[in-house]
């Protein structure tokens, strides 16, 4: 099976070189301000990746979101909202006591119904339009920054600073242009960014990594971010509820961009992990497709389910005779946080209350933006 797909994605390749040379004109454009970018009247930070999902993203979305709000800026976010079946500009904000009438995943999508369930006071624009969305939300809020998502590659918006992230599991056989492989552009083009984070450096020794020797030589500040997954569970007794899951038979669901790194940490939470249902990233979930999912899992005595927060919206609201519970993935800066956010109070020239690890060292100068 796994030379019938290589074989696949081999015959692919004339395909990604045509994909590569309209990506590599388009940059080009860009970067002669043939194609112009608009500007939005506020500060604009690009949260993006540089391959087809399974980052990190919507978690360092939250993380960054979050940071920013303690320091008490108003934060808006821009995004796509991949998978949905609006194509309405859809115009969102959680405020702790109600949730807006009518507000499905089908009309949001998934990932924009998590950052809402996940960030209160935060106005979420979702629309295949990003520079009018943000317009309108500009209109409605009076906002200090906002967070273009998944926006390396949307760069008809100026951006004040451009944040990347790169899986650290990823493969050197999988980083070919599509639909051969998983890049959306060269790598190379790395060195628009203004800050990498390699996401998910727990789980692999990063000497192994071979992107982190190609961004050392790009001169660009780079990050090591954790991914740990802790799960949703409001019983009383955890301890209780653990010692459960230990002693019973576990399968996992998902439909995300990076399967591998779930198995690798739920398999912390869930001992007796003996499989894997991995879809698509975005899957859309039927009643049909997880009746079909949970009859195989009856047959192998399968006591339990756990699934990804960004699936848990979509199959939450699904019969199921099996207990499924969600897992919420932590995204964690660790030891370089106060270190990092000052860089990014810096780039973005706000003022930022300084650590005490960083008190004594001097603020680094924005290098120049490669347009």
């Known amino acids: 099976m796994q030379v019938s797909f290589n074989s696949f994605r081999l015959a692919l390749t004339p395909i990604s ?16 301000n043939i194609l112009k970018k608009k500007k939005l009247n506020c500060l604009v930070l690009s949260v993006g990746n540089i391959t087809t999902g399974g980052t990190g993203k919507t978690p360092a979305v939250i993380l960054i979101a979050k940071e920013l709000i303690k320091k008490d800026l108003k934060v808006g976010i821009l995004t796509r909202g991949y998978g949905r079946k609006s194509k309405k500009t859809i115009i969102i904000c959680n405020d702790g006591h109600r949730t807006e009438p009518g507000l499905s ?7 924009p119904l998590l950052l809402y369930q996940k960030l209160l006071n935060t106005p979420i624009a979702i629309s295949n339009n990003r520079y009018k969305s943000g317009k309108a939300l500009l209109k409605i809020y009076s906002l200090d920054v906002i967070i273009l998502d998944d926006g390396f ?13 790169i899986n650290s599991l990823d493969k050197i056989k999988d980083h070919k242009m599509l639909p051969a492989g998983f890049l959306r552009e060269p ?49 009383q007794n955890k301890d209780d509820f653990f010692h459960f899951l230990e002693k019973k038979k576990g399968y996992l669901i998902s439909g995300i ?54 699936d848990w919206v979509k199959i ?16 964690s800066l660790e030891k370089s946080k106060d270190k990092l956010f000052n860089l990014i109070y810096s780039r973005l020239n706000l003022r930022h209350p300084i650590s005490e690890d960083n008190a004594n060292k001097s603020e680094h100068e924005r290098p120049p933006r490669i347009n």
């Open 17 to 32: 070189f045509v994909y590569g040379a309209i990506v590599n004109i388009r940059n080009r454009l860009y970067n002669l």
């Open 105 to 111: 995943v089908d009309e949001t999508g998934d990932e």
């Open 153 to 165: 590659q949307h760069r008809s918006i100026y951006r004040n600073l451009d944040i990347v992230l």
């Open 187 to 235: 790598i190379k083009n790395l060195q628009r960014a203004d800050l990498i984070f390699f996401t998910k450096s727990n789980l692999i020794k990063m000497k192994k990594s071979y992107l982190l020797n190609i961004v050392k030589n790009f001169n660009i500040p780079y990050y090591f971010s954790t991914a740990h997954n802790r799960l949703i569970n409001d019983c």
């Open 257 to 310: 961009g990076d399967g591998l790194s779930f198995e690798l940490s739920a398999s912390i939470i869930g001992k007796n992990i003996i499989g894997h249902s991995s879809f698509r990233d975005h899957y859309d979930y039927k009643q049909s497709s997880l009746n079909k999912v949970i009859k195989k899992l009856k047959a192998l005595s399968v006591d339990y389910i756990l699934t990804t927060e960004k």
């Open 316 to 331: 939450k609201d699904l019969k199921s005779t099996l207990p499924i519970f969600p897992v919420e993935l932590i995204f």
